[in-house]
């Protein structure tokens, strides 16, 4: 894994939710490609597997984990990267991916996606991890920034300078979270223009939209509503500076019937296609 060469553009995808297995299976809707869940898979058999297998057949995937917990200090879990290797083994994605993130300390997952200190400490400790998973499952894997709430006083560096240095350091590539980003530079005060512009553009690799709510002051990305125009437009300007990059709808909670989800993607592809037509 010695150059930063990109996998193929995929197009315009969705995440797969299991209320949209049947549609999907006898409509074959025009979706490009479809984002699963990692952990909902790591399964020995029945109706999961079933279903993964079958809209496998139909479309690209890749697989996006929650648990590698990257950034936590206890050791590397090699049981669940066996079994993630397993799966790409069944279902050969075009890349997988996970978060910059920690989710837990002395074996108790807290189930969220925490933010790390931004420190040189931290950095080495991320990088070397990743250098681990990436010979263990024989590929570059893929790192998406969370949104944040709290920051770290003893931070030393951006949140976009921690990432491009994991990223060229560790030799690996970045999913960027355009909500993400908006949600975290409302939080934290910073231009999310200024993170846009000091990420390596040929390390990224897939982008992320979503919905959000606002909550008093603060912004929680909740994955549970449509995506709002500020996102859209911060979308357009990730694309004037990244090009093409594969674009994901990603609806975790409040899953809408499945048209609503295609009218979002429709609008992902009508601003991609004005931008390709200006250019
Ligand atoms: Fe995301």
Known sequence: MSNTQQSPFLGFGLGLRTAHYETILSEKPAV??????????LVNGGKPLYYLDSIRAEYPMVMHGVSLSIGAVEVLNFDYLRQVKALAARIE?????????WTGVNGINLHDLLPLPYTEEALRHVVDRVGVVQDFLGRRILLENVSSYVTYVHSEMTEWEFLSAVAEQADCLILLDINNIYVSAHNHDFDPCDYLNNVPAERIQQFHLAGHIKQGEIIIDNHGDAIIDP?????ETALRR????????????????????????QQARRIAAQLARAA
């Open 32 to 41: 490009d490609w479809f984002e699963v869940i990692t952990e909902n898979y």
């Open 93 to 101: 994605p075009a890349w997988i991916s996970d978060h910059l993130c």
């Open 231 to 235: 996102v859209w437009a911060l979308y």
């Open 242 to 265: 990244f090009g093409p990059v594969s674009t994901l709808i990603e609806r975790d909670d409040n899953i809408p019937l499945f048209p609503e989800l295609l009218a979002e993607l």
